[in-house]
């Protein structure tokens, strides 16, 4: 399309093609078979792990033990099974989106929002049924030790609903994104998508109701301890105990990951949604959610959220799984999450609102809707 065009289009899904801003089109990476190698070797990699938790669940012979609704933490077992099931079915099933047709957009659009929305349920139930069902109110690991990565520290309650908000925000984050992108009318008027972007950046007005884990705190020298802390608490792991620098190292990537996820994934992306102006014509056919791009992505990103604590939990039992395979199995999926982020992603953001929103962040912390809000005027106004 030349310059001079008035029509306003979606980015296209991930390496794929270009979109238009309001001063010009904006050129993005093509899709090409590099691109098309990369997402293979994401749903390959997320299939995989896949493959190997079920055959190490199979062989240890605990399916009925770590699944079976009774004894304590019955709920959380049906919902930790449930989601279980839904995330291997739809790594299988919902990810590859199906040749155009003149009739797939509703069908193929549905299934995805139903999806989806499942998806998020299922993660935040999971979370806030483990948080009341296990004890551990009064664990507290040795400082330099999580729960999700090192063996002798164990998921902490602190952890348990910190993680349910960030479930809560990948919920919120899909249905902003169908609702920017084909399923809402509001989506055609300036006004709407940023009323929307509002919306979906408001949880993190509450977010310093909820414990704050911070990723450096597992690879940073162990100090004096704090003389302020709970006595009471019950200790866990060794003193002298040290993470292993494979370890370290994870939760050194873990923390940039979070760092991309945050600025990029969520605000730079719904943002750069909000900024975008529709196209009737182009309703399902550029919907970024529908994308096959997206859909590894997604999967990914909502596993990665709860497996390491079903991980962890394998490893505290000595006979499912080792440690060693544990942290193996991290890897694959912390690949597979990173490759099919960079399909998904880099033709959908306006890399201007991400860095701005990384700048506002350091100058302004804890300030995300106001961040988030201004980040989009000032991109808006002068990109």
Same mark, same amino acid.
């Given at each position: 399309?030349?310059?001079? &065009?008035?029509?306003?289009?979606?980015?296209?899904?991930?390496?794929?093609?270009?979109?238009?801003?309001?001063?010009?089109?904006?050129?993005?990476?093509?899709?090409?078979?590099?691109?098309?190698?990369?997402?293979? =070797?994401?749903?390959?990699?997320?299939?995989?792990?896949?493959?190997?938790?079920?055959?190490?669940?199979?062989? &240890?012979?605990?399916?009925?033990?770590?699944?079976?609704?009774?004894?304590?933490?019955?709920?959380?077992? =049906?919902?930790?099974?449930?989601?279980?099931?839904?995330?291997? *079915?739809?790594?299988?099933?919902?990810?590859?989106?199906?040749?155009?047709?003149?009739?797939?957009?509703?069908?193929?659009?549905?299934?995805?929002?139903?999806?989806?929305?499942?998806?998020?349920?299922?993660?935040?139930?999971?979370?806030?049924? $483990?948080?009341?069902?296990?004890?551990?109110?009064?664990?507290?690991?040795?400082?330099?030790?999580?729960?999700? @990565?090192?063996?002798?520290?164990?998921?902490?309650?602190?952890?348990?609903?910190?993680?349910?908000?960030?479930?809560?925000?990948?919920?919120?984050?899909?249905?902003?994104?169908?609702?920017?992108?084909? =399923?809402?009318?509001?989506? &055609?008027?300036? *006004?709407?998508?940023?009323?929307?972007?509002? @919306?979906?950046? =408001?949880?993190?007005?509450?977010?310093?109701?909820?414990?704050?884990?911070?990723? &450096?705190?597992?690879?940073?020298?162990?100090?004096?301890?704090?003389?302020?802390?709970?006595?009471? @608490?019950?200790?866990?792991?060794?003193?002298?105990?040290?993470?292993?620098?494979?370890?370290?190292?994870?939760?050194?990537?873990?923390?940039?990951?979070?760092?991309?996820?945050?600025?990029?994934?969520?605000?730079?992306?719904?943002?750069?949604?909000?900024?975008?102006?529709?196209?009737?014509?182009?309703?399902?056919?550029?919907?970024?959610?529908?994308?096959?791009?997206?859909?590894?992505?997604?999967?990914?990103?909502?596993?990665?959220?709860?497996?390491?604590?079903? @991980?962890?939990?394998?490893?505290?039992?000595?006979?499912?799984?080792?440690?060693?395979?544990?942290?193996?199995?991290?890897? !694959?999926?912390?690949?597979?999450?990173?490759?099919?982020?960079?399909?998904?992603?880099?033709?959908?953001?306006?890399?201007?609102?991400? !860095?701005?929103?990384?700048?506002?962040?350091?100058?302004?912390?804890?300030?995300?809707?106001?961040?988030?809000?201004?980040?989009? $005027?000032?991109?808006?106004?002068? $990109?």
């Amino acid at each position: 399309p030349s310059a001079a &065009s008035p029509t306003r289009h979606w980015p296209h899904h991930g390496p794929c093609g270009w979109w238009r801003s309001r001063r010009g089109p904006v050129w993005v990476w093509n899709r090409s078979s590099s691109g098309m190698m990369i997402l293979g =070797l994401a749903i390959g990699g997320l299939r995989l792990f896949f493959c190997l938790l079920i055959a190490c669940l199979v062989r &240890s012979g605990k399916l009925r033990v770590l699944f079976a609704p009774h004894g304590r933490g019955r709920a959380h077992r =049906l919902t930790g099974a449930a989601l279980l099931c839904w995330l291997v *079915a739809g790594s299988f099933c919902v990810i590859v989106r199906p040749p155009p047709s003149h009739n797939m957009g509703d069908g193929w659009a549905v299934t995805c929002l139903a999806f989806d929305f499942v998806l998020g349920v299922l993660g935040i139930t999971t979370t806030l049924t $483990a948080a009341r069902d296990f004890p551990h109110r009064l664990v507290a690991n040795r400082k330099g030790e999580s729960g999700t @990565l090192s063996e002798s520290a164990v998921v902490t309650h602190g952890e348990m609903i910190e993680h349910s908000f960030y479930q809560g925000l990948n919920l919120w984050q899909a249905m902003y994104l169908h609702s920017t992108s084909w =399923l809402l009318p509001v989506r &055609s008027s300036n *006004a709407g998508r940023l009323g929307l972007l509002w @919306l979906v950046t =408001l949880p993190w007005a509450a977010r310093r109701l909820f414990p704050v884990n911070s990723f &450096s705190a597992n690879w940073k020298a162990i100090g004096k301890s704090n003389p302020n802390e709970n006595r009471t @608490l019950m200790r866990v792991g060794n003193n002298k105990h040290r993470a292993a620098p494979t370890i370290n190292s994870m939760y050194f990537v873990k923390k940039w990951q979070y760092v991309f996820y945050k600025h990029v994934i969520l605000h730079g992306l719904n943002i750069s949604m909000a900024l975008v102006e529709t196209n009737g014509e182009m309703k399902y056919r550029g919907a970024l959610p529908l994308s096959t791009e997206w859909r590894v992505f997604w999967l990914c990103l909502n596993t990665s959220y709860v497996i390491e604590f079903f @991980l962890q939990s394998l490893v505290k039992r000595r006979d499912v799984i080792s440690q060693r395979t544990m942290l193996l199995m991290n890897a !694959l999926l912390m690949a597979s999450s990173s490759l099919a982020a960079s399909t998904a992603v880099f033709g959908a953001v306006r890399w201007e609102a991400a !860095l701005v929103s990384v700048l506002l962040n350091f100058g302004n912390r804890g300030r995300d809707v106001v961040n988030t809000m201004a980040t989009a $005027a000032l991109v808006y106004i002068f $990109a």
